[in-house]
């Protein structure tokens, strides 16, 4: 793979995240597009930029590790990692088909290199907590990120993870919470307000850096800024829109979850050539 | 018939303390151990380690399916972690936790749950682990262990640092009668025969095993051949001693200081069905108990060795 931190050049690859994330979900007839494209500025930000890794070596020990918190979101990290070049990108395709390395939700059964089997949200801020407390005791310059939905930090779990990562300064964990505004059953606003975000971050002891999840710019920016800070750690707060890039999925609840038609897939790649 | 070993059954260390302790000396040879506790480490012992190694001793809060997830993320970072607290609070309220995070990708942390059973007295059942067991048992990948001594809680907390993969081990707040004199001898998947016998079996894990041994003492001034098993390692289990325990003595008592439904008894009984259908009695719980003394507990709720023996000659009528 070949790393860049040119702007244009990410959203090429950003452009063919999408692409591929629509087309595996039209293949598998379910998934979540909606915030698979939400995130994806945020993977190819650190996967092709900001983050520390060796697809040959995914076991190198400093490595940065990645923890999909929204499991359900599985298509664009699976896009992403298969551009990287650890997983095959010809099997995209196969997504939600049994046997296949792309299983509904991450599973570090099908793929090692994950860290962490996630989709029951909630969880994944806890886990990353701890494989970045391991790091810094073994004095390893890993970073841990974490992507967490916005529905899903309705959970209990990523509070009482909140304050053990600012009271523990686990400054090598980043939360990035991906604020698309929309949950399953609708607008996060009508579901269960989350709002004041950055407060609650920041009365939990977090650093909040709030910043437009589709700018490559302000996401490296933002990843510069956490990375530099060790009196507290940080939770990066991306504004994103649900179903990004795909005019008719942008801010429509109903492609949380459900698969666009065949037809919905030719006007989508359409947007996305 | 002289029984085949005596046993005195003095009072010794809570299984608790013997976690405690082993924890902090395990610290000290094995640079992988870190701990995590949910603000009970005066309580389940883990202070001890605490103590020694402030910087491989990770303070939760009362947040255990949090700590749960912490010790996932430590063990996928290659850390040998013990998470603990009582186990009412750390198997239930992190169960979604250690199944999801820990049990499904099979990883290598060591749940040590405390104060289990109703012999933790007088705090009553919002403290009582009765279904640790079950729930423990039903996750995939697992091992399970409930000793009943200080020495046999030494020597599981070894094997379970030694031994990849995630366990469950089950403690106790009350000082337990002294069974062992050796932390040798003991697996996963292994058991313990502390009395030979013919006639019958008496099975038990945790505080029960104790009380089986004095069953088995009063049935041998009757004439009767008990045999008793200390089932240590709930899963795996000792298959092998199970088969032979229907083969040889024909009936077979089970006693736990847990639910009888989803306990010992139940995967004892899905091998005596499957391999040597014999009668078979069970002394476990049938719900939720009371605040009292531990003593008057074991009494009120049926755990005394009084109880096995009212099973042992209910199984025997039924053998003959």
Same mark, same amino acid.
């Given at each position: 793979?070949?790393?860049?931190?040119?702007?244009?050049?990410?959203?090429?690859?950003?452009?063919? =995240?999408?692409?591929?994330?629509?087309?595996?979900?039209?293949?598998?007839?379910?998934?979540?597009?909606?915030?698979?494209?939400?995130?994806?500025?945020?993977?190819?930000?650190?996967?092709?930029?900001?983050?520390?890794?060796?697809?040959?070596?995914?076991?190198?020990?400093?490595?940065?590790?990645?923890?999909?918190?929204?499991?359900?979101?599985?298509?664009?990290?699976?896009?992403?990692?298969?551009?990287?070049?650890?997983?095959?990108?010809?099997?995209?395709?196969?997504?939600?088909?049994?046997?296949?390395?792309?299983?509904?939700?991450?599973?570090?059964?099908?793929?090692?290199?994950?860290?962490?089997?996630?989709?029951?949200?909630?969880?994944?801020?806890?886990?990353?907590?701890?494989?970045?407390?391991?790091?810094?005791?073994?004095?390893?310059?890993?970073?841990?990120?974490?992507?967490?939905?916005?529905?899903?930090?309705?959970?209990?779990?990523?509070?009482?993870?909140?304050?053990?990562?600012?009271?523990?300064?686990?400054?090598?964990?980043?939360?990035?919470?991906?604020?698309?505004?929309?949950?399953?059953?609708?607008?996060?606003?009508?579901?269960?307000?989350?709002?004041?975000?950055?407060?609650?971050?920041?009365?939990?002891?977090?650093?909040?850096?709030?910043?437009?999840?589709?700018?490559?710019?302000?996401?490296?920016?933002?990843?510069?800024?956490?990375?530099? $800070?060790?009196?507290?750690?940080?939770?990066?707060?991306?504004?994103?829109?649900?179903?990004?890039?795909?005019?008719?999925?942008?801010?429509?609840?109903?492609?949380?979850?459900?698969?666009?038609?065949?037809?919905?897939?030719?006007?989508?790649?359409?947007?996305?050539? | 018939?002289?029984?085949?070993?005596?046993?005195?059954?003095?009072?010794?260390?809570?299984?608790?303390?013997?976690?405690?302790?082993?924890?902090?000396?395990?610290?000290?040879?094995?640079?992988?151990?870190?701990?995590?506790?949910?603000?009970?480490?005066?309580?389940?012992?883990?202070?001890?380690?605490?103590?020694?190694?402030?910087? $491989?001793?990770?303070?939760?809060?009362?947040?255990?399916?949090?700590?749960?997830?912490?010790?996932?993320?430590?063990?996928?970072?290659?850390?040998?972690?013990?998470?603990?607290?009582?186990?009412?609070?750390?198997?239930?309220?992190?169960?979604?936790?250690?199944?999801?995070?820990?049990?499904?990708?099979?990883?290598?942390?060591?749940?040590?749950?405390?104060?289990?059973?109703?012999?933790?007295?007088?705090?009553?059942?919002?403290?009582?682990?009765?279904?640790?067991?079950?729930?423990?048992?039903?996750?995939?990948?697992?091992?399970?262990?409930?000793?009943?001594?200080?020495?046999?809680?030494?020597?599981?907390?070894?094997?379970?640092?030694?031994?990849?993969?995630?366990?469950?081990?089950?403690?106790?707040?009350?000082?337990?009668?002294?069974?062992?004199?050796?932390?040798?001898?003991?697996?996963?998947?292994?058991?313990?025969?502390?009395?030979?016998?013919?006639?019958?079996?008496?099975?038990?894990?945790?505080?029960?095993?104790?009380?089986?041994?004095?069953?088995?003492?009063?049935?041998?001034?009757?004439?009767?051949?008990?045999?008793?098993?200390?089932?240590?390692?709930?899963?795996?289990?000792?298959?092998?001693? =199970?088969?032979?325990?229907?083969?040889?003595?024909?009936?077979?008592?089970?006693?736990?200081?847990?639910?009888?439904?989803?306990?010992?008894? =139940?995967? =004892?009984?899905?091998?005596?069905?499957?391999?040597?259908?014999?009668?078979?009695?069970?002394?476990?719980?049938?719900?939720?108990?009371?605040?009292?003394?531990?003593?008057?507990?074991?009494?009120?709720?049926?755990?005394?060795?009084?109880?096995?023996?009212?099973?042992?000659?209910?199984?025997?009528?039924?053998?003959?």
């Amino acid at each position: 793979m070949k790393k860049t931190s040119n702007v244009a050049e990410l959203e090429a690859i950003a452009k063919q =995240v999408r692409r591929d994330i629509v087309t595996m979900i039209t293949a598998a007839k379910s998934g979540h597009p909606g915030g698979s494209l939400s995130a994806v500025e945020i993977l190819v930000t650190l996967y092709f930029d900001k983050f520390q890794h060796d697809p040959s070596n995914p076991d190198w020990a400093h490595r940065d590790h990645f923890i999909l918190s929204k499991g359900h979101a599985a298509p664009v990290l699976y896009s992403v990692l298969a551009e990287c070049g650890y997983t095959p990108k010809d099997q995209l395709n196969h997504l939600r088909r049994l046997g296949s390395l792309y299983q509904g939700h991450p599973d570090v059964r099908f793929i090692p290199m994950l860290d962490a089997s996630t989709g029951s949200l909630g969880q994944g801020l806890s886990f990353a907590l701890g494989m970045g407390a391991a790091a810094k005791l073994d004095g390893r310059s890993s970073r841990i990120y974490c992507v967490l939905g916005d529905g899903e930090i309705q959970e209990g779990q990523i509070w009482e993870a909140a304050m053990f990562g600012a009271f523990h300064n686990v400054t090598n964990v980043v939360p990035i919470v991906d604020y698309n505004r929309i949950q399953l059953d609708g607008f996060v606003k009508d579901i269960l307000d989350i709002e004041p975000l950055a407060a609650k971050w920041e009365s939990f002891g977090y650093y909040p850096l709030e910043v437009d999840g589709h700018d490559i710019a302000a996401l490296q920016a933002a990843f510069d800024d956490a990375a530099a $800070r060790t009196d507290k750690p940080t939770c990066i707060i991306a504004h994103t829109v649900k179903g990004k890039g795909v005019s008719f999925m942008e801010d429509n609840p109903k492609y949380h979850g459900s698969a666009p038609t065949a037809e919905e897939l030719e006007k989508a790649l359409a947007e996305l050539a | 018939m002289p029984l085949s070993t005596t046993y005195e059954l003095k009072a010794g260390m809570a299984t608790r303390e013997a976690f405690g302790r082993t924890l902090a000396e395990l610290g000290k040879t094995n640079p992988h151990v870190v701990v995590c506790d949910a603000d009970l480490s005066k309580s389940t012992m883990t202070h001890f380690f605490a103590q020694a190694f402030p910087e $491989r001793f990770f303070s939760c809060g009362i947040a255990e399916a949090n700590m749960v997830g912490i010790a996932a993320g430590l063990a996928a970072a290659g850390k040998i972690p013990f998470a603990s607290s009582f186990s009412a609070f750390v198997v239930n309220k992190g169960f979604e936790q250690l199944r999801t995070v820990v049990a499904y990708p099979g990883l290598n942390v060591k749940v040590v749950g405390t104060h289990s059973g109703i012999s933790i007295g007088e705090d009553g059942p919002s403290q009582m682990s009765i279904e640790d067991i079950a729930l423990a048992c039903s996750l995939p990948g697992f091992a399970v262990l409930s000793p009943a001594d200080e020495l046999s809680m030494a020597a599981c907390i070894r094997l379970a640092a030694d031994t990849v993969g995630p366990f469950f081990i089950r403690a106790g707040r009350p000082k337990a009668k002294i069974i062992y004199d050796s932390a040798d001898g003991f697996a996963v998947g292994g058991s313990r025969e502390l009395l030979a016998g013919a006639d019958l079996t008496l099975m038990a894990h945790g505080l029960m095993v104790a009380e089986c041994i004095l069953a088995a003492q009063t049935l041998d001034a009757e004439g009767v051949s008990a045999r008793v098993v200390d089932m240590y390692s709930i899963k795996p289990l000792d298959r092998d001693a =199970v088969v032979r325990a229907a083969r040889e003595t024909g009936a077979i008592v089970v006693a736990e200081e847990h639910l009888a439904d989803g306990g010992l008894g =139940v995967r =004892v009984s899905q091998v005596v069905a499957q391999e040597s259908p014999c009668p078979m009695e069970f002394v476990g719980l049938s719900g939720y108990a009371e605040s009292g003394t531990p003593d008057e507990l074991l009494d009120k709720y049926g755990m005394r060795a009084s109880n096995v023996l009212a099973a042992a000659r209910k199984v025997l009528a039924r053998k003959s």
